[in-house]
């Protein structure tokens, strides 16, 4: 039972570039969020996801994209990456309300 | 929407002292309030949490109260150790079509001296 993972864990990419994080899960939860972790602001959400197939909006969502096409899989996707994006990026998933597990994060730093 | 403020942003204390880590937040229909420690290049993992129909919950070490009339809720760790060092956050979320959306506070770097 490997819990909420990410992949990739480190990233550097060049201003405009795209790339597409993924999180996965393996305790059949039905929601899954992504949040970015930035000094002194703690974790903000970009986008989440209620079951396969729904996404919604989060606190801070533009420049992001998500897609949730299986239940296990919930996916980020930068367009055309900025110096803003740089961040640490954290998924969780969660049993509907219930206790939020977070993914061991992925380090983006954009030049 | 939903604002949490977090105070102090830094505390340091000597082992087997205690800590208090203070949040507020805005929103009267939030009933649920995590408290997650992050270590150096970890994940945030929970803690403690509790719900608005409980005022106080402990356990060991760790207690959290509410305050639902102020909106504020507060961490408490007794006999602190060097291994608690880390941030502490603390988060809200409604209920509802909230979808157990979270929202955090800025974080406390928690850090005790032996």
């Known amino acids: 039972n490997a819990g909420v993972t990410q992949t990739p864990k480190f990233r550097v990419l060049k201003t405009g570039q795209s790339m597409t994080l993924l999180c996965a899960q393996d305790?059949?939860?039905?929601?899954m969020y992504w949040y970015r972790q930035d000094p002194g602001m703690g974790l903000r959400l970009i986008h989440y996801?209620?079951?396969?197939?729904?996404?919604a909006k989060g606190e801070v969502p533009d420049g992001y994209n998500v897609s949730r096409l299986k239940k296990q899989n919930f996916l980020l996707g930068l367009e055309s990456a900025a110096p803003s994006q740089t961040s640490v990026y954290f998924c969780?998933?969660?049993?509907?309300?219930?206790?939020?597990?977070f993914g061991p994060g992925t380090r983006l730093l954009v030049l | 929407g939903e604002n949490v403020e977090q105070h102090p942003s830094t505390l340091s204390v000597q082992e087997g002292d205690s800590a208090v880590i203070k949040c507020t937040y805005s929103?009267?229909?939030?009933?649920?309030f995590p408290w997650y420690k992050q270590e150096l290049g970890k994940r945030p993992q929970l803690i403690i949490d509790?719900?608005?129909?409980?005022g106080e919950k402990k356990d060991q070490r760790i207690a959290v109260t509410l305050n639902k009339t102020a909106k504020h809720f507060s961490l408490h760790i007794t006999e602190t150790q060097p291994e608690d060092s880390a941030v502490y956050f603390c988060?809200?979320?409604?209920?509802?079509?909230?979808?157990?959306?979270?929202?955090f506070g800025q974080g406390t770097i928690l850090t005790v001296h032996p």
């Open positions: 969780a998933s969660s049993y509907r309300e219930k206790t939020q597990y």
């Open positions: 305790m059949n939860h039905e929601y």
């Open positions: 996801s209620v079951g396969e197939g729904t996404t």
């Open positions: 929103d009267s229909a939030s009933n649920y």
């Open positions: 509790i719900r608005s129909n409980v």
């Open positions: 988060a809200a979320s409604a209920g509802g079509t909230s979808y157990g959306k979270l929202t």
